[in-house]
């Protein structure tokens, strides 16, 4: 399978919308946004998250949509994120993605944060350099409590 990244296109939103709508993959991810169902305010997000500095990007599996990535933040504290489809778990396009990524963006540190639970993300993080840090506990919207969180540093 053949893993790339491109530029966000408005056509990868109602994508991103259909992954993140997938329960599993919101309990998984934990720390959401309340209300993950709303469109209206899933497409103002994602119009904040093409307006800023954040360098986002789609992950395509063999050309197709299958979840995005992205370091955001201010540079002392930037951190990633990716959000990967379901059905996509478990084949290393994660960690495919999170790679090319971080080819991108050289600076460093990079910080990350994943459900303490999350062991595939955790595992993605570990195999890209990144070690934990520290923990956190918050509230998670997509679990409807307070979670036990990792954080995690790739150093310079």
């Known amino acids: 399978m053949s893993i790339a990244l491109r530029e966000v296109i408005d056509s990868d939103v109602p994508e991103f919308f259909r992954h993140m709508n997938d329960p599993e993959s919101n309990r998984m ?3 959401t946004s309340e209300n993950t169902a709303d469109r209206a ?10 307006a800023s500095d954040a360098m986002t990007r789609t992950v395509l599996a063999d050309g197709v949509v299958v979840g995005h990535t992205a370091v955001y933040g201010p ?3 930037r951190e990633v994120t990716y959000f ?3 059905a996509y778990w478990g084949r290393g396009v994660a960690t495919a993605a999170l790679r090319a990524l971080l080819e991108l963006v050289p600076t460093r540190p990079l910080h990350a944060r ?4 999350n062991a595939g993300s955790i595992r993605v993080l570990e195999k890209c350099g990144f070690t934990v840090t520290g923990k956190d506990r918050g509230f998670a919207h997509a679990r409807g409590a ?4 990792l954080l995690l540093t790739l150093a310079g």
């Open 29 to 31: 991810a934990a720390f």
């Open 41 to 50: 305010l899933f497409d103002a997000h994602w119009a904040r998250i093409r």
């Open 75 to 77: 540079p002392e504290e």
């Open 84 to 86: 990967i489809d379901r």
């Open 114 to 117: 994943a459900a303490a639970d």
């Open 146 to 149: 307070q979670t036990d969180e």
